[in-house]
């Protein structure tokens, strides 16, 4: 339990930095100083793979399925690129409800900021009934791993023309029916004075959406990780960093986005292989750095495959004759 409070401590006074020191004055977030912040988060989500190692090695943490210390470091770091690679799917909805709102560049982290806090809260709720679900009914792992499998197919044959729209949502709807919404910003303020009364600004508007289409993606994230380990720690600790990094990401990869079109069948993959060893795990044992290897290799293919053909338009473009 010491840990555990320990960590949320740490984790709490990265966000308090962030926000208090780092991002205290609202400013457009460079792609340099984003590329930063990823190097920054992905290094030290590397890092605490060894302060994993340590703590299975000393027994400070409880270690409900008697992983070794080095098992325990590669379940974290396989369920922590399980958690980043499927966290791309939500910087492209995140981009689109920006968009969709119109919120100004320079207030785009303050909106993420407090997003993480209620993705952080729900994630751990997600991850503690799924954790209980799967030791005291071992046949969820089956459930959870024919929808994993579904989920894939569906996102293979899924058109390309399906479009969200925030604005269409239920979430929007539902929350214009529940207090006033103004399409006016004044900075940062999620709520201002109008002649109806205080009202929502977009940018509090964004982050309500932002935050139920977190949990729609938890719903697929949770039991993807739950296929690498069920330890309680493990699940919650590599989701946490993912979603730190997310912010970083997000500005680091927006402009970029098309770029890496091809990313989703890299997913598909991954959710494929999670998907197939929770429904197998009782005839087919797969290694952790045979998991870690597979995931790696899918993300590295679909990131070099999906650059090359963003190159290759681009050449196509530059060597068409003018009319």
Do not use: C
């Amino acid at each position: 339990m010491i840990v555990w409070i320990l960590f949320l401590v740490v984790v709490m006074l990265i966000l308090a930095l962030d926000l208090g020191v780092f991002n205290k004055t609202p400013h457009i977030i460079s792609t340099k100083e984003a590329s930063k912040w990823t190097l920054i988060w992905v290094s030290t989500s590397f890092l605490f793979s060894g302060v994993i190692y340590w703590l299975y090695t000393t027994n400070y943490i409880e270690n409900p399925d008697g992983l070794k210390p080095t098992a325990a470091a590669i379940k974290f770091i396989t369920g922590y690129l399980i958690e980043l690679s499927l966290s791309v799917d939500n910087i492209f909805v995140i981009a689109i409800i920006f968009a969709s709102f119109k919120i100004p560049q320079k207030y785009q982290h303050r909106v993420l900021f407090w997003g993480i806090l209620g993705a952080i809260v729900f994630r751990g709720i997600m991850i503690f009934f799924g954790v209980m679900l799967i030791n005291k009914f071992t046949w969820t792992t089956y459930l959870f791993g024919a929808f994993l499998l579904f989920t894939a197919i569906k996102m293979l044959f899924s058109k390309d023309d399906e479009d969200f729209h925030p604005k269409d949502s239920f979430v929007y709807k539902a929350l214009g029916k529940i207090m006033p919404i103004t399409s006016e910003t004044d900075g940062e303020k999620f709520f201002i004075p109008t002649s109806k009364g205080k009202a929502a600004t977009p940018l509090f508007v964004a982050l309500i959406v932002i935050e139920v289409m977190d949990v729609l993606f938890a719903v697929d994230s949770v039991p993807a990780i739950l296929a690498i380990t069920s330890d309680p720690f493990l699940v919650f600790s590599s989701n946490i960093f993912a979603i730190l990094g997310l912010r970083s990401m997000y500005f680091f990869l927006a402009n970029m986005l098309a770029k890496f079109s091809h990313l989703e069948y890299s997913l598909i993959a991954i959710l494929s292989f999670v998907g197939l060893k929770m429904l197998l795990h009782d005839f087919i044992e797969i290694p952790e750095w045979a998991s870690l290897a597979f995931i790696g290799l899918s993300l590295a293919v679909g990131i070099i495959v999906s650059l090359q053909l963003s190159k290759n338009k681009v050449d196509e473009k530059v060597s068409e004759p003018e009319n």
